[in-house]
């Protein structure tokens, strides 16, 4: 059983940047993958990045590549979301999660762990 914990989120101005964490309590394995997805007002909820726990390979939705960057700590078990240049469209609330599929998901579904989600609000 893993806990999936973020923080982070915030109400900031087009252009700036915020970073997200995501602690997890309990054991990531080396073939895990650790994910943020997002879910807008009105929208269903949606991939945004991941990685690999053991390859640290990451991997980006199209609408994100470029200023947001993923990483991660394998010491801390803590996952992070550098996201730079926030635009409107970024609002949302954001969720670390825990998939472990042996092979890269970007569907909700194959991730069976979930945090309670951080608010990311982007204002012009």
């Known amino acids: 059983q893993v806990q999936l914990a973020e923080s982070g989120g915030g109400l900031v101005q087009a252009g700036d940047s915020l970073r997200l964490s995501c602690v997890a309590a309990g054991t990531i394995y080396a073939n895990d993958f650790m994910g943020w997805f997002r879910q807008g007002p009105g929208k269903e909820r949606e991939f945004v990045a991941a990685l690999n726990w053991r390859l640290n390979k990451k991997y980006y939705a199209d609408s994100v590549k470029g200023r947001f960057t993923i990483s991660r700590d394998a010491a801390e078990n803590t996952v992070y979301l550098q996201m730079n240049n926030l635009q409107l469209e970024d609002t949302a609330v954001y969720y670390c999660?825990?998939?472990?599929?042996?092979?890269?998901?970007?569907?909700?579904?194959?991730?069976?762990?979930w945090g309670q989600g951080t608010q990311v609000t982007v204002s012009s």
């Open positions: 999660a825990l998939s472990k599929s042996a092979y890269i998901s970007y569907q909700t579904a194959s991730y069976g762990y």
